[in-house]
């Protein structure tokens, strides 16, 4: 696994009225501090990617619709520099991701309905100055293959 990534899976406390479960708790450890949380939602087969930061760690959450997570090492430094690590996230697999500086993050929206994310991040967003890095899709570095291989 990517250096200083983490997966956390989250327990549902099911019944006859539903179920209820944590997201994310301080002792927990995972955030470094609480800096904003957010929300977005993609539509089926939208590919957000690739993302990095050079300040803050964010922590994933899909409470709505499964998604590909694709994360790929881009710290100089990094004993994991290089390493691709792939993710199944979301209703059907219900965990939170913690993301660190430097590793870069993408999704694609599996299946036929939407993916919510909600996210967490250890800063909040500075329009001014975003701390936004953006790497295509597609990069050759990177070289993901984001088909579904059917088998
Ligand atoms: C991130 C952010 C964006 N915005 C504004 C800026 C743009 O006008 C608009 C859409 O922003 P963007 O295209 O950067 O959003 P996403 O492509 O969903 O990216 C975000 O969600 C993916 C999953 C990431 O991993 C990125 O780090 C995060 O930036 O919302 C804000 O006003 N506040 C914010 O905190």
Redesign the pocket.
Known sequence: MIQGVEIKKLVRHSDDRGFFMEILRDDDKLLKNFG?A?L?KSYPGVI?AF?Y?KKQD?IWFFPAGNAQVVLYDVREESPTKGETNVFYLGEDNPQILLIPVGVA?GYRVLGSSPAI?V?FTSQS?D?ADPD?YRIPWDDSEINFDWSTKNR
């Open positions: 904003q957010s977005s957000k993302h930061h964010d993050h994310i996210y967003y329009p936004e």
